[in-house]
């Protein structure tokens, strides 16, 4: 009985989901419209508000390229980072953020990623973490069904052979997934927002200034101290800065 | 300084001579008169007006003129005392320049005084094309209006002409052939200083094709005697002339406005003249018939090849070059036929022009991209250009050499690969890449968060520390121990016997568990044999028998018709799971 009375219940929330789906993707057609009817400002208006209900690359794509349309350069550098970081290695994002760095000096003291960053960076471009936890459940079935074999059947070499890689599998792929999981949860990068920030010995305003930042540079945040942020731009340039000249990526 | 010091002295003794009170004055009148009725343009119109017995008349302006520039204007007074009357008199000379050819009208002037209306008569000035003064030969000088000073009367005698300059334009042949290079030059000659030049006519020559040499930023002078007067020779303007048709062409005059440096100037000032060339006729004749058509000039050519090998798969680019003096612009490059093995795309090609001193050069390039269809040697037949050189007057061939590349299946690295010519390509903006469009998909949406995920996980993580577990401990460990494998063989037989029905069904199990408790085979085994472990396992006697009786009972139902009943066997199964427990723990 009461499996029949979460039959509707379910029915009821499937239609709703799809029925504000179709309303999202109704109204990103609108915004792209808009946009190509060189109405920046409208589209904006119109993705700032699917971006409240859908989390998509494209979405904050097309926000940097509105913002950049409407000269405000820095927020269209923040939105183009935002949408690199759900898609790593686009051609597009990649282009427009250096279409957009040519505004900001600073931004291009960035440093390329060494040769391992940018295997992962073209790992994670590649396969989306959900792709990953579908590849781990499919491991470790593959792991299950070599160890039932391997016990059923005796010892088999090949049993056996199946059975070690597929430990090996689920290990290297169980590590990944907790990597990409444990990296997604902090959001190291930032952006300098204000005009003459500096950068000092340590978390107040009395300590030394060490560098003079300007708007555009991208960041690392490395610690935290009350309202004070512990940043580093490359190897060489470090210190630190309240949180409020920063903007999160 | 003399000049200056008369003009100024005039006014001075007029005032001296100072109208004595109670002379009578005359009737006053304003009139108005000019130089010429007509004119070249490249002439001075002098226009008069007179103020008689007027004081002071303030000058009229005339710069509002639409047809003529007002260059330079003077005054001058004059006073007479006459039987009794005194008559003062007062001229502003206007030297005007016409701006352009036709009638042009000289309007009235309207002047008023002590109430009364003055007006002139207005005039009409026929204008033409350059100078209807005498020519510019330098030793006959032309008296020039600009020679006059601020202020001069032109009562005064007039001052010999200060601005000597002339034009002379140059050929560098008499005659030539249709098509040949001839060297057009624009000379001035002069003893001033030059400000600046300026070509007024058109640069376009009916019948020829020309190309100008650029003007250098300065001009250095040289130097000629003309008529045992010393010139300074500036070449002001060059260019190189190909004539397109035969026959006698006439260069027209052409008409330079000169900045000259005036010497008499207190300020270092400049005055602008106009002078012209004179026509120069040349008389151009027709090339031989066979080298109608053909480039006229000296030329070199060449084609070549930047590779010697090549992948099939490549284009390469053929580089041939015409360069030399003559009519560049006219060549048209000789065409490389396409054959079995290649094929030949449209070449890309461009022309530069040199401006030497005594020649206009140029160079063509042609950029003839090349695919290629077999591998093998491969050869491009040697090309044939042919020009008209006037200086020899025979036709000149010029063959390239025939090019070889060896085409093959090897790739060369993209460095050294020519591909079509890039420059068809011009970048004309940039801009950030266009938005994206298509179907959204929320990627906050994470599997693993999903409850079911990690249930699923945990699942096969169980089953697999369980399988562990299993082949690791117990497998290896616990079920491999005696004791255990003890228990189970006696669980194993007493589950056994509660599935007994029949009597005949307890020996063997009982002989199955004896063989398997005592290790020895089921060949070995026998009542005797069973009798004599117990008694060594210490087994208690009455229970072996027991165990014998039963089995021995067992044994016999088989060939006994008289089947023991359920309530019996039950009883027998009973004493015999106590008699198993009892001998099991003795047999340890």
Not at chain 1, 7 to 36: H, K, M
Not at chain 2, 112 to 122: I, K, L, M
Not at chain 2, 255 to 281: C, H, N, W, Y
């Amino acid at each position: 009985m009461k499996a029949k009375k979460a039959i509707p219940f379910c029915a009821l929330l499937a239609l709703l989901a799809v029925a504000a789906s179709a309303g999202v993707q109704e109204d990103f057609a609108a915004a792209n419209r808009l946009y190509e009817e060189g109405k920046f400002a409208a589209a904006l208006h119109l993705y700032q508000g699917i971006s409240r209900q859908v989390t998509d690359w494209k979405v904050l794509f097309n926000i940097g390229n509105c913002h950049y349309k409407l000269e405000n350069f820095l927020a269209a550098k923040i939105y183009f980072l935002k949408a690199r970081k759900l898609r790593p290695l686009d051609r597009s994002i990649s282009k427009n953020i250096a279409m957009v760095n040519r505004r900001f000096p600073a931004a291009a003291a960035t440093a390329k990623p060494d040769f391992i960053n940018r295997t992962l960076l073209f790992l994670e471009s590649k396969l989306s973490l959900n792709s990953l936890s579908v590849l781990l459940l499919l491991a470790l079935l593959l792991l299950n069904i070599s160890l039932f074999l391997l016990l059923t059947r005796g010892r088999n070499k090949k049993i056996f052979y199946a059975a070690a890689f597929s430990i090996l599998l689920v290990m290297a792929l169980g590590a990944y997934h907790i990597s990409r999981v444990d990296a997604l949860g902090q959001s190291n990068s930032a952006m300098i927002l204000e005009e003459n920030s500096l950068l000092r010995s340590g978390p107040g305003e009395d300590n030394t200034v060490l560098f003079k930042v300007d708007p555009g540079l991208e960041i690392q945040i490395i610690n935290h101290y009350r309202d004070w942020v512990q940043v580093t731009a490359s190897t060489q340039i470090a210190g630190w800065i309240e949180k409020k000249r920063l903007a999160r990526i | 300084m003399k000049k200056t010091g008369n003009a100024l002295l005039l006014p001075f003794l007029a005032m001296l001579l100072a109208v004595p009170p109670g002379l009578a004055a005359a009737e006053a009148e304003v009139s108005a008169s000019i130089s010429a009725e007509k004119i070249g343009l490249d002439d001075t119109l002098i226009y008069t007006l007179t103020f008689r017995n007027i004081e002071n008349p303030s000058q009229p302006d005339l710069s509002h003129l639409d047809d003529f520039k007002t260059l330079q204007t003077s005054r001058s007074s004059e006073f007479q005392f006459n039987n009794g009357e005194s008559a003062t008199s007062t001229r502003f000379i206007y030297y005007l320049m016409p701006v352009r050819t036709g009638k042009l009208t000289l309007p009235q002037v309207a002047y008023r005084h002590q109430g009364r209306d003055f007006q002139t008569q207005p005039f009409t000035v026929e204008v033409v094309k350059g100078s209807l003064s005498p020519g510019q030969s330098p030793p006959v000088r032309q008296p020039s209006f600009f020679d006059d000073d601020f202020f001069t009367s032109p009562m005064q005698k007039q001052q010999p002409q200060k601005m000597d300059a002339y034009l002379r334009a140059v050929l560098s042949k008499k005659s030539c052939l249709k098509g040949e290079q001839l060297l057009f030059r624009v000379l001035l000659y002069t003893r001033n200083r030059i400000e600046a030049v300026n070509m007024i006519s058109s640069a376009s020559f009916a019948g020829f094709w020309q190309e100008w040499f650029p003007v250098p930023q300065s001009i250095p002078p040289g130097s000629e005697n003309v008529n045992g007067v010393i010139y300074q020779v500036y070449e002001i303007r060059k260019a190189a002339l190909f004539a397109g048709e035969s026959g006698t062409l006439a260069i027209p005059p052409l008409q330079f406005e000169l900045e000259m440096a005036d010497p008499q100037s207190m300020f270092f000032g400049s005055r602008p003249i106009r002078r012209s060339t004179q026509e120069v006729k040349i008389t151009v004749s027709e090339p031989p018939a066979a080298a109608v058509g053909l480039p006229v000039g000296q030329f070199d050519f060449s084609l070549h090849s930047p590779l010697t090998q090549a992948d099939i798969n490549d284009i390469v680019t053929l580089q041939m070059k015409i360069s030399g003096s003559g009519n560049c612009k006219a060549i048209i490059p000789p065409a490389l036929p396409g054959g079995e093995r290649f094929l030949v795309y449209s070449p890309k090609i461009t022309q530069e022009s040199g401006y030497d001193p005594a020649a206009l050069t140029g160079t063509l390039r042609a950029e003839i991209p090349v695919s290629f269809s077999k591998a093998g040697p491969l050869t491009f037949p040697a090309l044939e250009f042919r020009y008209f050189d006037p200086a020899s007057g025979r036709i000149v061939s010029l063959r390239s050499r025939p090019i070889q590349i060896l085409v093959s299946g090897k790739k060369i690295s993209a460095d050294h690969s020519l591909t079509l010519p890039r420059s068809a390509i011009v970048q004309k903006g940039e801009d950030i890449d266009f938005i994206q469009s298509g179907r959204l998909h929320d990627q906050s949406w994470r599997l693993y968060r999903q409850k079911w995920f990690t249930a699923l996980i945990l699942a096969f993580f169980a089953f697999n520390l369980l399988a562990l577990l299993k082949t690791v401990l117990w497998d290896r460990h616990v079920a491999a121990s005696p004791l255990l494998r003890n228990r189970q063989l006696l669980a194993r037989t007493l589950k056994r016997l509660t599935q007994v029905r029949h009597g005949e069904d307890i020996a063997p199990l009982l002989e199955t568990y004896f063989q398997e408790k005592s290790g020895l085979g089921l060949a070995e085994i026998s009542n005797q044999k069973i009798a004599e472990t117990f008694r060594q396992r210490q087994v208690p006697a009455a229970s072996a028998e027991k165990f014998l009786f039963i089995k021995s009972q067992s044994e016999l139902a088989r060939f006994s018709e008289h089947k023991k009943s359920a309530l019996e066997l039950k009883k027998d199964l009973e004493t015999l799971r106590g008699l198993l427990k009892e001998i099991d723990r003795k047999m340890k």
